[in-house]
């Protein structure tokens, strides 16, 4: 019989302050390993080894591509690399960003639960959106112990709302209560297990060999007629219990929610310029205008001029458009 010895931690918006939170309150815990995601700019340099260390007596450090991992100690996913783990060693992908953000909590969670089954207990704290969710789901669906941190007191509950609609996780708790009851859930004895693999394994950033196009439409049908907001790819609408998530065949994955904001985010973009380039042929066509008027050319310079008012008051309705997103 094993002992659950892997937890693995996601958070977002919030995540500075509440992770050190949650280590300060274990007083340490040398017979687990530790993997914590936090959503972070890609090009920001991390500050959150530094900030559990202060916490924790556990050693905390970057995760490092291909090293084996020991217990007792705490690997925060670096900048821009997804943090996966395997049997014995962690491995870093530099592979698609899932709901937006790279590192993503669900590819952490989902290889954990792949290649540890119940030996894991899996955490998501305050956030936005709903990263993490499905990963908890397999980590529930592989016998693990998937735990939410109460809405009530997170900084954001959105994300822990979201997980708990998704998942529905086996605990729902305060940091206070995690580290009152982590302790015992972590020396309980579990049977080893695989967890049954997921539908769309060969799209993900911890799939070694990508499925072609083809494989694609075999086992997943056509595709679901949206583009990605990433690639311009097709996109798959994949179903999960009552939930839906969008994947490409590289790999950039969508919940609902994060596939509507990205796509907010490319219609602001479109129109953006759309508007700059009614601005510019507006000037452009007034100074033809004037260059006819200067040549006498009097028809021709009313045709640019009634153009160019035509294509102002275009811009000007892309611009209230704007102004209401």
């Known amino acids: 019989m094993a002992a659950r010895d892997i937890i693995v931690i996601g958070a977002s918006a919030g995540g500075v302050e509440t992770i050190p939170k949650f280590f300060r309150g274990l007083n340490g815990e040398s017979r687990t390993a530790f993997f914590v995601v936090l959503h972070m700019a890609s090009d920001c340099k991390t500050v959150m080894p530094d900030l559990i260390q202060r916490s924790t007596r556990l050693r905390v450090e970057n995760a490092e591509d291909n090293k084996p991992f020991q217990k007792g100690r705490v690997y925060v996913a670096p900048p821009d690399c997804h943090l996966l783990i395997e049997k014995n060693h962690i491995r870093l992908s530099h592979g698609a960003k899932e709901n937006r953000h790279r590192p993503a909590i669900d590819p952490l969670f989902r290889s954990a639960a792949r290649h540890h089954g119940p030996k894991v207990i899996g955490i998501l704290l305050t956030g936005t959106m709903d990263d993490g969710s499905l990963g908890l789901y397999e980590i529930k669906k592989s016998k693990g112990v998937a735990i939410v941190q109460d809405p009530g ?79 311009s790819g097709p996109l798959w609408e994949i179903q999960h219990e009552d939930d839906l998530h969008y994947r490409c065949m590289v790999g950039h994955a969508f919940s609902p929610e994060t596939f509507l904001a990205s796509q907010s985010e490319e219609v602001e973009k479109a129109l953006w310029i759309c508007l700059r380039a009614l601005e510019q042929r507006v000037e452009l066509q007034q100074r033809l205008a004037q260059r006819s008027s200067g040549l006498r050319q009097d028809f021709t310079s009313q045709v640019f001029l009634k153009k160019a008012k035509k294509n102002e008051r275009h811009a000007r309705l892309i611009r209230q458009m704007l102004e209401r997103l």
């Not at 972590?186 to 967890?195: N, T």
């Open 153 to 231: 007191e997170a900084l954001y509950p959105e994300l822990p709302l979201n997980a708990l609609r998704v998942a529905k996780p086996d605990l729902c708790l305060t940091l206070s209560q995690m580290a009152e009851m982590l302790p015992g859930l972590i020396s309980q004895p579990v049977k080893k297990s695989k967890a049954p693999p997921s539908g769309d394994h060969g799209m993900k950033p911890e799939s070694k060999i990508p499925k072609s196009l083809r494989e694609l439409a075999h086992k997943l049908g056509a595709p679901s007629g949206f583009v990605c907001p990433d690639c």
